[in-house]
């Protein structure tokens, strides 16, 4: 299987390629629009800030590339909340793949850390990208933002608010936590991404 991640000066790739390997995939890290397009699937992670994050896939025109994508494509983190409308976070114009605003948190309590940081439970699971999961399932989480809930929303986390941890719009996902580090549960998630019918 072709698998290409898109390289858009965002962290956490390396994880992401370590988790696709444990499962005997080797993934290619590429901002080449020809080679993100003819890929079996498409997988858009990140760990960064929105703004920046938009500049460098509008100067390769990666944004447009990444919108006209037909196979099953997998956001990850900043990956997902990019491919949302609009990031509170310096007030950044997102793909608007998912009609979903990003907002900040806002923390309730003094137990409500900003980032929220560490495992934390997804619920409602909508999707054949958490088939055989158990509701409640541990994931791995590291955000300040959050995309709000919407028709879109196939996975929900409590969190000073309850949010959107998956979206899904025809052959585009996202994730908000991280499936590479999120143990069994996210090893299950990539695998079944990988398993979706192109």
Known sequence: ???????????????????????????????????????????FPGVGEASSAMRYLKDRKLDEVIKGLY???????????????????NDTGCLGIFNVNVKKFVSTSASEKIPQIGWNTIYNLKSDLFEDLRENSYCYFVHSFYAEKSVFTIAETEYTKAYSSGLRRANFYGVQFHPEKSAAVGEKI???FLNIAG
């Open 71 to 89: 196979q099953p494509v997998l956001g990850i983190c900043l990956g997902m909340q990019l491919m949302c409308r609009h990031s509170e976070e």
């Open 1 to 43: 299987m072709n698998v290409a991640v898109i390289k858009y000066n965002a962290g956490n790739i390396q994880s992401v390629l370590y988790a696709l390997g444990r499962l005997g995939v080797e993934a290619k890290v590429t901002d080449d629009p020809e080679e993100i397009q003819s890929a079996d699937r498409v997988i």
């Open 190 to 192: 990539i695998t079944n």
